[in-house]
């Protein structure tokens, strides 16, 4: 992991900003949206997490209005992946 990163992961440990996992239904309750919020836009590029956790997860996704969508229930799934990317395990939380 490069210098850089582990400083910003650093930072976003310090400043205590926590990451929320939920889900959300569309169209009538029958789809199911994974939603990732509290992920700093500033420090990390969403398009480039989304594009990580898309290919992992292979499902469809965005990233739009400060937050990442995936489609489907993903939600311990990506829990794992963000830990993995070096996110802070207790700073991530996932509503059922």
Same mark, same amino acid.
């Given at each position: 992991?490069?210098?850089?990163?582990?400083?910003?992961?650093?930072?976003?440990?310090?400043?205590?900003?926590?990451?929320?996992?939920?889900?959300?239904?569309?169209?009538?309750?029958?789809?199911?949206? #994974?939603?990732?919020? +509290?992920?700093? !836009?500033?420090?990390?590029? @969403? &398009?480039?997490? %989304?594009?990580? /956790?898309?290919?992992?997860?292979?499902?469809?996704? #965005?990233?739009?209005? +400060?937050?990442? !969508?995936?489609?489907?229930? @993903? &939600?311990?799934? %990506?829990?794992? /992946?963000?830990?993995?990317?070096?996110?802070?395990?207790?700073?991530?939380?996932?509503?059922?």
């Amino acid at each position: 992991m490069s210098d850089i990163l582990e400083e910003l992961l650093k930072g976003v440990a310090k400043e205590g900003e926590l990451i929320k996992i939920r889900l959300e239904r569309r169209r009538g309750g029958s789809k199911v949206v #994974t939603i990732i919020e +509290g992920i700093d !836009e500033k420090m990390f590029s @969403h &398009r480039e997490i %989304v594009s990580k /956790l898309k290919a992992k997860l292979a499902c469809g996704g #965005t990233a739009k209005d +400060g937050r990442i !969508e995936l489609q489907g229930d @993903h &939600r311990h799934k %990506v829990r794992e /992946l963000l830990v993995e990317m070096g996110f802070p395990h207790s700073n991530i939380i996932v509503e059922e």
